[in-house]
């Protein structure tokens, strides 16, 4: 009598789970960003628009507000599921954890420092709902580039550390080469805190390194295949 046996059922391992999570961060951030500001940032109108009419805008598209810092959030925080493939990664090519633990550190203040302005936001919505003057929220609107602004500094080691560690492996120098060039950048648009001027700059460092993670955790997936 034969015995038939069922195939072994695969299924994809930690590492893997979470080296796709630094593919879903990448995708889910460009998509709230591109949301954002198609749909939910020209409600309030344009920044040389009167600061009261501007709050009072904002005020009437408090929900629409409240969603996109819902989604905003949401997608920022994505990144702590990278981590656990960062840390793995990092200690294959350092031995002694330091990359990893600079890396994990960074990218957890990266997945907190940003999103935690969704939710300053909302406490401003909920200041000007409860009869405050309108105006704080045309104010209020400078909290994601500053707080985007501050990330930089967490930015930086972590990119700097994983680009460290992809050097160490001996793998994807040109990944190694953009790392330092949008770490340079990302460092000239850290300037927002001093000047608004540099937001373009910041924005465009800010995408760039989103992408690069989604091409880091990409190329990660397929050496593990």
């Not at 034969?2 to 590492?15: D, F, G, I």
């Not at 591109?34 to 805008?57: I, K, S």
């Not at 599921?81 to 840390?87: E, I, R, S, W």
């Not at 300053?120 to 200041?127: N, P, R, S, V």
Request: hydrophobic share 60%; charged share 15%; no cysteine.
């Amino acid at each position: 009598m034969t015995t038939l046996q069922a195939a072994p059922v695969r299924t994809a391992s930690p590492l893997r789970i979470s080296t796709r999570f630094g593919l879903v961060f990448a995708v889910a951030q460009l998509a709230v960003m591109v949301a954002m500001a198609v749909f939910v940032l020209p409600r309030e109108g344009l920044p040389t628009d009167p600061a009261l009419e501007r709050g009072q805008q904002a005020l009437a598209a408090a929900e629409v507000f409240r969603l996109g810092n819902f989604l905003f959030m949401a997608a920022g925080t994505l990144l702590l599921g990278f981590l656990g493939a960062v840390h793995v990664r990092l200690r294959r090519a350092d031995d002694s954890g330091t990359l990893a633990a600079v890396a994990v550190a960074s990218g957890a203040l990266l997945a907190l420092i940003w999103p935690l302005t969704g939710v300053l936001h909302d406490i401003a919505l909920d200041t000007a709902a409860a009869g405050a003057d309108v105006r704080i929220l045309a104010a209020w609107d400078a909290i994601a580039p500053y707080g985007l602004a501050f990330s930089v500094f967490a930015r930086v080691f972590f990119m700097g550390a994983i680009a460290f560690g992809l050097r160490a492996a001996g793998g994807a120098p040109w990944l190694v080469r953009s790392a330092l060039v949008i770490i340079a950048v990302s460092l000239v648009g850290s300037a927002t805190l001093v000047s608004g001027a540099l937001f373009p700059v910041l924005a465009l460092s800010t995408i760039a390194y989103e992408v690069w993670v989604g091409l880091v955790a990409w190329r990660w997936l397929r050496e593990d295949r």
